[in-house]
């Protein structure tokens, strides 16, 4: 893993909603890190990486994406960074292929690169036998997948990704994480939320905990245990702990 310097600063985020549902963040992700951020329903996750993609405007703080400000030129962000929600968003009258090719153009990638990558995306996500079959008919995991296709055709360097196995049956959950992990490996830089605590703690080189809009611990899960003397507990019995400790000092 190459730290040298930050793929993602967070500084101050806060946003308000009712309540405050950021409450001045401060996050560091390292560059080719794969970076797990968890927390409870309402503990702020998703409204903070909403606002590092660019999807909503934070109330205060400022975000960079290796070393761009995010705020002042987001387009320049949004060349780096892809964006993966829980719920696919892809056009149903279009095969898999058409749907890349699509988000290539927009991007302004070239045809001839694009047609290998988005081939090659697409079958490392197990869709080759629907390569050409429209969208409409698909299930919600296979939409998720070419979610993620068209997320990545552009090679970003940060991936954002919001509950991406949310839906996914064992095999295609494979998949994705199989590609995820080649990405890192590669030196890209994966932040995601899940629910899945097992996956982060297999997974993720660092984990931050969330609630209530503030990182209440950080670090590896080594780090993690030994922070909070549980060194022979799971991820998720330190997790329950944490935010059971944070729910009683509010």
């Known amino acids: 893993m190459t730290t040298e310097r930050s793929a993602l600063e967070v500084r101050g985020l806060t946003k308000r909603f009712d309540r405050p549902a950021v409450?001045?963040?401060?996050?560091?992700?390292h560059v080719g890190e794969y970076y797990a951020l968890l927390g409870p329903n309402g503990a702020g996750k998703t409204t903070t990486l909403r606002m590092v993609a660019g999807l909503l405007r934070p109330d205060a703080g400022s975000v960079s994406v290796f070393g761009i400000d995010a705020l002042r030129d987001p387009v320049a962000a949004k060349q780096v960074v892809a964006w993966v929600s829980d719920e696919p968003m892809i056009y149903d009258k279009l095969t898999p292929l058409e749907y890349l090719e699509f988000v290539a153009g927009l991007w302004g990638v070239d045809s001839k690169v694009s047609e290998t990558s988005a081939h090659d995306l697409l079958v490392s996500l197990g869709l080759e036998p629907h390569l050409n079959e429209r969208c409409e008919g698909f299930s919600k995991g296979m939409r998720q997948k070419v979610a993620l296709a068209g997320a990545l055709v552009h090679d970003p360097r940060?991936?954002?990704?919001?509950?991406p196995l949310t839906g996914l049956d064992a095999l295609s959950a494979r998949h994705v994480k199989g590609l995820l992990q080649d990405r890192v490996?590669?030196?890209?830089?994966v932040i995601m939320t899940t629910h899945i605590l097992e996956v982060a703690e297999r997974m993720a080189d660092r984990i931050g905990v969330i609630a209530a809009g503030k990182l209440i611990a950080e670090g590896t899960l080594a780090e993690l245990r030994q922070q909070n003397g549980r060194n022979d507990t799971s991820l998720e019995d330190m997790f329950i702990a944490l935010v059971d400790t944070e729910a009683a000092a509010a």
């Open 23 to 29: 409450d001045a963040l401060d996050l560091t992700v």
């Open 158 to 163: 940060l991936i954002i990704l919001d509950e």
């Open 185 to 189: 490996r590669a030196g890209c830089t």
